[in-house]
């Protein structure tokens, strides 16, 4: 590799990383609109491991609006990034994928807790020269009140 590449490299993921936390903010600030543009047009989100519900980004984004209205209070915690750069040529593609672990506190308006923790599955792709969520998959594996 030349440092050109390994430097598109390095961009590249820091990129994909930053558009994985922006989405935990989104979620966790109610951001309905800077998570929808989060996602390239053809976006599609899969909470069906965790109990949601899976398909277009829109529709989604309005069932979690209506859903996350039961937790006022909640952070995600997104750890463990394993961020896999298709490879073309040796040099960066416009695809990638993203593996990461979540802790997921949040509060009922009864002021009961509630936790949960998992895996991410977010694949990626280069639009318009920018990193976008192709999609998001939520695969629960623990839960505790």
């Known amino acids: 590799m030349t440092q050109r590449v390994d430097l598109a490299t390095v961009m590249d993921r820091l990129a994909i990383d930053d558009l994985v936390t ?3 903010v989104a979620v ?3 951001d309905w609109t800077a998570y929808r543009a989060l996602f390239a047009p053809d976006g599609r989100a899969d ?3 965790s109990g949601g ?7 989604v984004a309005g069932w979690l609006a209506e859903t996350m209205r039961l937790f006022p209070v909640r952070q995600h915690l997104i750890v463990n990034r394993r961020i896999r750069i298709e490879d073309v040529d040796g040099s960066p593609g416009d695809t990638a994928t993203v593996r990461a672990d979540y802790v997921n506190p949040m509060r009922f308006e009864s002021g009961e807790d509630f936790v949960c923790g998992g895996r991410y599955g977010f694949a990626v792709r280069r639009v318009d020269r920018e990193w976008r969520l192709r999609s998001v998959v939520v695969e629960e594996k623990w839960r505790r009140m």
Do not use: N
């Not at 519900?53 to 529709?59: K, N, Q, R």
């Open 28 to 30: 966790d600030d109610s």
């Open 22 to 24: 922006g989405y935990a």
């Open 53 to 59: 519900i899976e398909g277009p980004v829109a529709e």
């Open 47 to 49: 909470y069906r491991g």
